[in-house]
Nanobody, 115 residues
Framework: QVQLVESGGGLVQAGGSLRLSCAAS????????MGWYRQAPGKERELVAR???????RYGDSVKGRFTVSRDNAENTMYLQMNDLKPEDTAVYYC?????????WGQGTQVTVSS
């Protein structure tokens, strides 16, 4: 059974930075995508950044140039470096691994950006 645990969220002022981590436990032999999503109150969950097994990383339009997703295969950990944070980045951030037909989600970590 695969479990994903996010950490690194918190309260930060606008213009600041945070680094989120997603630690995966269990065996994942292959995946289609791994990435980060977020959901703000009253809004739908949206893509932040996604790494495919093959191909180019994709970023949501609102975070391009500010956020960077990366992974450490040896540590089974994925990261999201968030720079120049804005109040509109406030949301619960979820990590995700899609390995069809399995779709794994973490419990989420809150990021709050004050103006």
């Amino acid at each position: 059974q695969v479990q994903l645990v996010e950490s690194g969220g918190g309260l930060v002022q606008a213009g600041g930075s945070l680094r989120l981590s997603c630690a995966a436990s269990g065996k994942i032999f292959r995946f289609d995508y791994m990435g980060w999503y977020r959901q703000a109150p009253g809004k739908e969950r949206e893509l932040v950044a996604r790494i495919p097994d093959f191909g180019r990383t994709r970023y949501g339009d609102s975070v391009k140039g500010r956020f960077t997703v990366s992974r450490d295969n040896a540590e089974n950990t994925m990261y999201l470096q968030m720079n120049d944070l804005k109040p509109e980045d406030t949301a619960v951030y979820y990590c995700n691994i899609l390995a069809n037909p399995q779709d794994y989600w973490g419990q989420g970590t809150q990021v709050t950006v004050s103006s």
